[in-house]
């Protein structure tokens, strides 16, 4: 057909068959509030999100400010709530100073578009989160992509660097696999290279390092004048909106240069309320991170997978079909899993990524056991 003649978006429909065939569809399939089905697919990892505590500091903040920030936070978006959080946030994780994002998604854009840009050189785990990837291709600088947790393949980049900066990106804890990032050796690296290191924290708080305080401060980094840390308030905070930490000037330096903290409207106070009121709560409780990991070493026996050291059970099956029709087929049986297949992960992995909350009960647990024992038989080979 002569091109002019076809439809503009006809060749949407062309790469959605292609997907379909290959099992790589999604589809939104909004929850209802009263969901019987046992989460085990969400990131509510100290099960925070519906407690009281967190929802009358939500709602005592939507009271006080309003339901929305009413601008960007350079204009009307920064409110003393806002001013409250950040300084709890750098209190607890030993940074000098914090910046709230709308979202962790745009802390990690802020964040390394700011810190890179023309010129520099920024190094990047292959299995980065998309944020980290994407942030990478809107820095303008140029990207070496490093396999997995690979500290000579960094050092190398490094080494043959012609740029003057050069800044080291990953995540503390793996979205997919669960795993940790060597933060100790690889900060070694940076540092004997003259290069910052920033790291994403988002599935690290409250689940890893004293108290919660994340995989940075398990490995003594927290507060290090050259380490970055992006993290959300949508996870273990049971919240919304993300956040930078680290030194004083490079803070200063997002408030001048972060285009999605400059042109974004401000994170809605409601969210600000409900993170800080959990934060409180993590302080006050600093048990709630161990009973994560033992939920999710639970979680993993009965799956037949090492414990790992985070919050996340990877299950690989192999292929997308495979992977989707077990997630089916355990909520059929009572229990939501997450489904992870190309391109959260790579060609033949995909999987059944099972979350750990704190407050999982034994029962909670048995039932996992039961849906697990019988979905696994039937997929694995």
């Given amino acids: ?13 062309r790469n959605a068959e292609r997907r379909r065939a290959d099992g790589l569809r999604r589809a939104l399939r909004p929850r209802p509030a009263d969901e019987p089905l046992l989460d085990l697919a969400g990131n509510d990892y100290l099960g925070l999100s519906r407690d009281k505590r967190v929802i009358d500091g939500a709602a005592d903040a939507l009271r006080t400010w309003g339901a929305g920030s009413t601008g960007s936070r350079l204009v009307t978006g920064s409110t003393q709530l806002h001013a409250r959080l950040e300084d709890a946030l750098a209190a607890f994780t030993g940074a000098e100073a914090a910046l709230v994002f709308s979202s962790g998604y745009t802390a990690n854009l802020g964040a390394v578009t700011a810190l890179s840009g023309p010129g520099s050189l920024i190094v990047s785990d292959a299995a980065n989160h ?56 690889l900060h070694a690296v940076c540092r004997a290279r003259g290069a910052a290191l920033v790291v994403d924290e988002a599935h690290g708080l409250g689940v890893c390092g004293p108290g ?6 398990a490995e003594g980094l927290a507060g290090a004048d050259d380490v970055v840390l992006t993290m959300t308030l949508s996870k273990s905070l049971g919240s919304q909106g993300g956040a930078v930490l680290g030194p004083r000037r490079v803070i200063d330096h997002l408030v001048d240069t972060a285009r999605t903290m400059i042109f974004d409207t401000g994170l809605a106070p409601a969210c600000a309320g409900a993170a800080l009121a959990a934060l409180q709560i993590l302080r006050e409780d600093p048990g709630l991170p161990g009973a ?13 997978v090492p414990a790992p050291p985070s919050a996340v059970v990877s299950v690989v099956l192999g292929e997308p079909e495979v992977a989707f029709a077990a997630a089916g087929r355990c909520a059929e049986l009572g229990l939501r899993v997450g489904c992870f297949r190309p391109p959260s992960v790579p060609e033949g992995t995909s999987r059944l990524r099972l979350t750990a909350r704190a407050d999982l009960t034994e029962p909670d647990l048995d ?9 696994l038989a039937q997929a694995r080979p």
């Fill in 292 to 304: 994560v990991l033992a939920a999710a070493a639970a979680l993993a026996e009965a799956a037949g």
């Fill in 1 to 13: 057909m002569d091109p002019a003649r076809e439809h503009p978006l006809a060749w949407m429909d």
């Fill in 212 to 217: 919660g305080r994340g995989h940075v401060a």
């Fill in 130 to 185: 998309a944020s980290l990837v994407d942030a990478c291709r809107l820095s303008r600088a140029r990207v070496a992509v490093t396999p997995h947790n690979d500290l000579a393949a960094v050092e190398d980049a490094l080494a043959r660097r012609t740029e003057e900066r050069a800044v080291v990106v990953t995540d503390s804890v793996n979205s997919a696999e669960g795993d940790l990032a060597p933060l100790r050796a």
């Fill in 367 to 375: 039932r996992a056991r039961a849906v697990l024992a019988t979905v």
